[in-house]
Structure formats: C-alpha cells, structure tokens
C-alpha cells in the first residue's frame, strides 16, 4: 500500500510565501513523476508544476517565475516553494506520484491568501 501525505499549508497574507512537502511511502519501487495540483472551489483540479525522475520540470504559467518544485528522491519527497503568492492561488493542493504503474494521491493542503 502506497501512502502520499502532504503538508505545509496554510493562511498567508498576499505576497507571502509557504512550502509544501508531500512524501510518499509504502511499496514504491520506482517513481517517475511527482507533482502538485491544485482545485479551487468551483473550478477543476489542474497542474501547477510537476518534476520528473531525472529532474525535468514542467511548470503551469501561472507558478512560472513565483514557484520552485523540488524532489528529493532517496525520500520519496517532493517540495514545493510558493513565493508572492496571490489570492488566486488560494485552493486545496494535491500531491501527484506516478510510480509508472499506479497514480497516487494525497489527501490535499488547503492553501488560503487572504489579508
């Protein structure tokens, strides 16, 4: 059984910063890409940055140049570094693994800007 725990979230006011760590454990014997994305109320579920196993990055425009992901694969750990952040970032975010034959996801971190 494969586990996928996020945390990190929070309340932060409009250009504050928050990281997100999300790790997974269990039987994963191999993990391509690990990623986060995100659903705010009413809308659909969409990627905001997702890095694969041997580092390529793929980033949705509207983290470019505010979020850095980061993973550390010893761990099985995935971070990710939100900077400058806007109301409209506020949303559960979700962490993604892909282990090539199994997709697995945590259970969400409410992330709220808010002044």
């Known amino acids: 059984q494969v586990q996928v725990v996020e945390s990190g979230g929070g309340l932060v006011q409009p250009g504050g910063s928050l990281r997100l760590s999300c790790a997974a454990s269990?039987?994963?014997?191999?993990?391509?890409?690990m990623g986060w994305y995100r659903q705010a109320p009413g809308k659909e579920r969409e990627l905001v940055a997702r890095i694969g196993s041997v580092g390529r990055i793929n980033y949705a425009d509207s983290a470019k140049g505010r979020f850095t992901i980061s993973r550390d694969n010893a761990k099985n750990m995935v971070y990710l570094q939100m900077n400058s952040l806007k109301p409209e970032d506020t949303a559960v975010y979700y962490c993604?693994?892909?282990?090539?034959?199994?997709?697995?996801w945590g259970q969400g971190t409410q992330v709220t800007v808010s002044s």
């Open positions: 993604n693994l892909d282990s090539y034959s199994n997709i697995y």
């Open positions: 269990g039987s994963i014997f191999s993990v391509n890409t």
